[in-house]
């Protein structure tokens, strides 16, 4: 009994946690969005700066990802020439059972997470990997409720988990795809 109210109280903390967040970070879709509305955001090392110097829904230079997985891999290609990410058996699976639209038994973290966003009216309209540094790849989330959008950066394998459950395509920045991209026909 005490696991099970332990459960349900983590579950209620996370939904309004989510809530909150998202009623933070909220920003208005509408056609005047301007630089200034964002401010830029440096990964630290000084590895890049993100550059709003466009729309940050914008996918130019981003190329729509075919995700396939494998034990321990997910490989995001366009046309023959993709990317391998390795990430834990646990990550795979789970992406693979949001593809299949199939659950275990007990729901995992992405399947809960989908469940809350479904039930408070919040989809995932796509996701982005938008950078490659020292071998580790880096993710956005789009999450959309009305004219609401919210941008997250999140790890690829767990954005992918996300939008997998959602049936929300995956785009992979075309400099990413150039500078680590293999052929994988």
Same mark, same amino acid.
Not at 24 to 33: A, D, E, G
Not at 60 to 80: E, H, P, Q, R, W
Not at 96 to 121: C, M, T, W, Y
Not at 176 to 185: M, P
């Given at each position: $009994? !005490?696991?099970?109210?332990?459960?349900?109280?983590?579950?209620? $903390?996370?939904?309004?946690?989510?809530?909150?967040? !998202?009623?933070?970070?909220?920003?208005?879709?509408?056609?005047?969005?301007? %630089?200034?509305?964002?401010?830029?955001?440096?990964?630290?090392?000084?590895?890049?700066?993100?550059?709003?110097?466009?729309? &940050? #829904?914008? #996918?130019?230079?981003?190329?729509? +990802?075919? %995700?396939? !997985?494998?034990?321990?891999?997910?490989?995001?290609?366009?046309?023959?020439?993709?990317?391998? $990410?390795?990430?834990? %058996? =646990?990550?795979?699976? /789970?992406?693979?059972? @949001?593809? *299949?639209?199939?659950?275990?038994?007990? &729901?995992?973290?992405?399947?809960?997470?989908?469940?809350?966003? *479904?039930?408070?009216?919040?989809?995932?309209?796509?996701?982005?990997?938008? +950078?490659? /540094?020292?071998?580790?790849?880096?993710?956005?989330?789009?999450?959309?409720?009305?004219?609401? !959008?919210?941008?997250?950066?999140?790890? &690829?394998?767990?954005?992918?988990?996300?939008?997998?459950?959602?049936?929300? &395509?995956?785009?992979?920045?075309?400099?990413?795809?150039?500078? =680590? @991209?293999?052929?994988?026909?």
């Amino acid at each position: $009994m !005490i696991v099970a109210v332990s459960v349900t109280y983590i579950l209620i $903390m996370f939904t309004i946690l989510f809530i909150v967040i !998202i009623s933070k970070y909220q920003t208005k879709i509408n056609n005047s969005l301007k %630089v200034e509305d964002f401010e830029e955001s440096v990964i630290e090392g000084g590895f890049e700066a993100i550059n709003f110097t466009e729309d &940050p #829904l914008s #996918l130019k230079d981003f190329l729509k +990802a075919d %995700v396939s !997985i494998s034990t321990g891999k997910i490989t995001l290609s366009n046309n023959c020439t993709g990317i391998v $990410m390795t990430t834990t %058996v =646990a990550k795979t699976f /789970s992406i693979q059972r @949001g593809i *299949e639209k199939k659950s275990e038994f007990r &729901p995992n973290e992405h399947d809960v997470l989908a469940d809350v966003l *479904e039930n408070f009216g919040v989809g995932v309209s796509f996701i982005k990997i938008r +950078a490659l /540094s020292n071998d580790l790849y880096y993710a956005n989330v789009f999450f959309k409720k009305g004219d609401q !959008i919210l941008n997250l950066d999140a790890k &690829p394998s767990d954005a992918i988990a996300i939008a997998s459950r959602f049936k929300t &395509p995956v785009y992979i920045n075309k400099g990413v795809l150039e500078k =680590a @991209g293999q052929n994988v026909c």
